[in-house]
């Protein structure tokens, strides 16, 4: 959990600096009680709760032999979506996968969108481009 510590604390630095590159307005998305949420935003960066700790994957599936390295649970960036193979735990099933930096030290990974705490879940693909 250090290493995420010094990378978000880091990447902040960067962006207060301006040395971070990208749009800083806020996405926001229509939640389903009609209001409108906006996600956390720093530079290009989009930043969501997962609520497990996971593998990462070099491509958007879930096989064992695509495994990079492990997101920690808690607040992580992430860049953009695509949909890859379908994956379901946690009660949830999806086909969409986030691309972001592991914590252990793996760059442009992929991750599962079902570990996102409710608002993430449901709005990341609002909040997000498309890779």
């Not at 290493?3 to 800083?24: D, M």
């Not at 960066?45 to 497990?52: A, C, F, G, N, S």
């Amino acid at each position: 959990m250090p290493t995420r510590t010094l990378r978000n604390g880091l990447l902040a630095a960067l962006a207060a600096a301006g040395l971070l590159t990208g749009t800083t307005q806020a996405a926001s998305a229509q939640s389903s009680s009609g209001t409108t949420a906006a996600a956390p935003q720093s530079a290009s960066l989009v930043y969501m709760t997962t609520i497990v700790e996971q593998w990462s994957h070099w491509t958007p599936d879930w096989h064992e032999s695509s495994h990079a390295g492990t997101l920690y649970a808690g607040s992580s960036y992430f860049f953009c979506y695509t949909y890859g193979l379908t994956y379901s735990d946690f009660g949830r099933q999806s086909s969409v996968w986030l691309k972001t930096d592991d914590d252990t030290g793996h760059h442009n990974v992929y991750v599962s969108d079902v570990y996102l705490n409710d608002e993430g879940f449901r709005n990341d693909i609002l909040w997000l481009p498309k890779c």
